[in-house]
C-alpha cells in the first residue's frame, strides 16, 4: 500500500540554522508529492509539490527535491527563523488511471519544528 | 484569498448529544475532504465527496458518524451519540480534480475542535 514516513520529532533549532527534515514514501507508479505546514491552531498549509521525479520544489526559502531512486523528499532550509515554527508534513498523492479519480492524501505523521531566537 | 471556511471553530459537549460540525469549500472545487486531527493517530481520512457525491468513507464509524453534502457550498459531518474518545480537530479540506484526474494540492479549512465530556 501507500505509506509516508517522516523523521521524528520534535526538532528543535537555532535561528539560522540550517534545517532538514527527512521523507521516506512507498507507492506504487508516480505519486506527487507534497510538503504541508501547520502554525498553532490553523489548517494545513501547501508549503511546496513535486509532480514528477527529479523535480524540486521551492516556496518561502524551503525547498524538497523528488528523489525516485532512493524514494524520498526531504524538506530543507538553509537559514530557519522563529516563525518557521509549525508541525510539517510530507504526503503524497497516489497516481490515478481513472478519469477523475481519486485526489486522495497519505499522510505522515508530522514532525513538529521549534526555532529558538 | 478564497478560504475554506468551518464552523464552529470550537464545541464542547456532553457525551452522548448530537455534534454537527459545518464546511464551506472553496468556490468551483468538486472535491471535498474531512479529516480527523489526534495526538495519538495523526491525520485520518473520514471520508470524502465529488461533485457532491459520496466516493470513500471507509474511514469513518458508520454507527455513529454521518457525512453528506445538501448542495455544493455545504459539507456537513454529523456525531450522533458522541463520545469522549470522538474528541480531536476535525477539518474540512476541498480541491479540484478535472476530467483527467491529476494530483492537485488540497485546500484545508483551520478545523472545529471538539471536545466531548
Known amino acids: 500500500g501507500n505509506s509516508v514516513t517522516q523523521m521524528e520529532g520534535p526538532v528543535t533549532l537555532s535561528e539560522e540554522a540550517f534545517l532538514t527534515i527527512n521523507c521516506t514514501y512507498t507507492?506504487?507508479?508516480?505519486?506527487?508529492l507534497f510538503w504541508y505546514v501547520q502554525y498553532p491552531g490553523e489548517g494545513l498549509q501547501l508549503l511546496l509539490k513535486?509532480?514528477?521525479?527529479?523535480d524540486k520544489g521551492s516556496n518561502k526559502g524551503f525547498e524538497a527535491t523528488y528523489r525516485k531512486e532512493t524514494t524520498s523528499f526531504h524538506l530543507e532550509k538553509g537559514s530557519v527563523q522563529v516563525s518557521d515554527s509549525a508541525v510539517y508534513f510530507c504526503a503524497l498523492s497516489p497516481t490515478t488511471l481513472i478519469p477523475g479519480g481519486a485526489q486522495k492524501l497519505v499522510f505522515g505523521q508530522g514532525t513538529r519544528l521549534t526555532i529558538n531566537p | 484569498d478564497a478560504r475554506v471556511t468551518q464552523t464552529p471553530r470550537h464545541k464542547v459537549t456532553e457525551m452522548g448529544q448530537e455534534v454537527t460540525m459545518r464546511c464551506q469549500p472553496i468556490?468551483?472545487?468538486?472535491?471535498v475532504f474531512w479529516y480527523r486531527q489526534t495526538m495519538m493517530q495523526g491525520l485520518e481520512l473520514l471520508a470524502y465527496?465529488?461533485?457532491?457525491?459520496?466516493?470513500?468513507d471507509s474511514g469513518m464509524p458508520k454507527d455513529r458518524f454521518s457525512a453528506e453534502m445538501p448542495d455544493a457550498t455545504l459539507a456537513t459531518l454529523k456525531i450522533q451519540p458522541s463520545e469522549p474518545r470522538d474528541s480531536a480537530v476535525y477539518f474540512c479540506?476541498?480541491?479540484?480534480?478535472?476530467?483527467?484526474?491529476?494530483?492537485?494540492?488540497?485546500?484545508f479549512g483551520d478545523g472545529t475542535r471538539l471536545s466531548i465530556l
Open positions: 468556490l468551483g472545487h468538486n472535491t
Open positions: 479540506a476541498s480541491g479540484l480534480v478535472g476530467q483527467g484526474g491529476g494530483n492537485q494540492p488540497q485546500h
Open positions: 513535486a509532480t514528477k521525479a527529479d
Open positions: 465527496f465529488r461533485n457532491r457525491a459520496p466516493l470513500d
Open positions: 507507492a506504487t507508479g508516480y505519486p506527487s
